[in-house]
């Protein structure tokens, strides 16, 4: 099974999908790490504001960051080699390193209602 960790710039919350300015890469990242978790891959994110101590625990991050400074960030990291840093990957990118379809990948949840009525 595919290991994947992000390794987040700074951000108000954990996915960084709030506020009135969402950017919507973070929205589309954040959708396909929910599609990638219901496929059973690990992945793990880290916010630089919230937990500062995966970073300096990550040999590898912690030297970029050493290094790049925080425009570095985002790091991904799959089993354990960094393959992508300073922007998040491209849905392709994600097909590529988990061989899950970007069908899949992009795929909308679908939530079933159910309405009753006074009539019912």
Known sequence: MKSIEIYDPAMCCSSGVCGPGVDPELIRTSSV????????????????A????????????????????????????????????????TNEEWEQWTGIAVSEL?????????IKTKSQ
């Open 106 to 114: 992009t795929a909308k949840p679908r939530i079933r209602l159910e």
């Open 33 to 48: 790490v929910h599609n990638l978790q219901k496929q059973e891959v690990s992945v793990s994110r880290y916010n630089l």
């Open 50 to 89: 919230s937990e500062p101590d995966a970073f300096v625990s990550n040999v590898i991050v912690r030297q970029l960051l050493t290094d790049e400074g925080p425009e570095v960030l985002p790091v991904i990291v799959v089993d354990g080699q960094v393959v992508k840093k300073q922007s998040y990957p």
